[in-house]
C-alpha cells in the first residue's frame, strides 16, 4: 500500500496517548493481553501485527513487531517476504490461511468477509481460535490507528524477549 509522503513531517510524537488518556490505553492493553495469552502461536500472532501494520503503513508497529519476531526466533526471510506471503514457499496453511483473514478484516470496508474466506480459515481454526485471530486483527489495527495519528516515534523500541 503505497502512503501519501505528505502525511507526516514531524518525525517526533504528536502527543502521549497512553498519558493523555490512560483509562482507554488501559483499555486497548487488555484487549493486547488477552491476545498475548488466548493460545495462539506467539510466531502466527506477530506475522498478523507485522502484516495488518504493513498494510495500514504503522512504521511503530512495523519497527515493534518485526524487532519482537526476531528476538523470538523468526527467520529473517519469512520477515522480509511477507507482503507477499502468496508468493513465497515459507508460510505453512495455517499461517496462510491468517495471513489472508488478516487483510481481510483490515481491509473490509463495505465488502465484508466473503463466505469463501470464511471457510478457507475455518479449515485451519476452531471456533475459539477464529475469534481469538479476529480479537488479534482487531487489536494491531487498533494500535495501527493510534500509533499513525499521534505519530508515534519509530525505531526507539526494544524488544521484551520475556512474553
Not at 520477515?79 to 515459507?90: D, K
Not at 473490509?108 to 475469534?131: A, N
Amino acid at each position: 500500500m503505497e502512503r501519501d509522503s505528505t502525511r507526516v513531517t514531524n518525525m517526533t510524537s504528536r502527543l502521549e496517548y497512553s498519558r493523555v488518556a490512560p483509562e482507554a490505553h488501559r483499555a486497548v492493553m487488555g484487549l493486547e493481553h488477552y491476545v498475548r495469552d488466548c493460545g495462539l502461536e506467539h510466531s502466527l500472532l506477530e506475522l498478523v501485527k507485522i502484516r495488518a501494520s504493513q498494510i495500514n503503513g504503522c512504521g511503530y508497529c512495523l519497527d515493534m513487531h518485526t524487532k519482537d519476531a526476531r528476538a523470538a526466533g523468526e527467520k529473517e526471510q519469512r520477515i522480509y517476504v511477507l507482503s507477499t506471503w502468496r508468493e513465497a514457499p515459507f508460510y505453512t496453511p495455517r499461517e496462510r490461511a491468517a495471513l489472508e483473514w488478516t487483510e481481510v478484516v483490515t481491509e473490509m470496508g463495505r465488502h465484508g468477509v466473503t463466505e469463501d474466506v470464511y471457510q478457507r480459515t475455518r479449515e485451519h481454526f476452531t471456533d475459539k481460535e477464529l475469534v481469538d485471530l479476529t480479537m488479534a486483527v482487531v487489536t494491531i489495527n487498533a494500535w495501527n490507528r493510534l500509533a499513525i495519528s499521534f505519530s508515534s516515534e519509530v525505531g526507539s523500541y526494544r524488544p521484551h524477549l520475556a512474553r
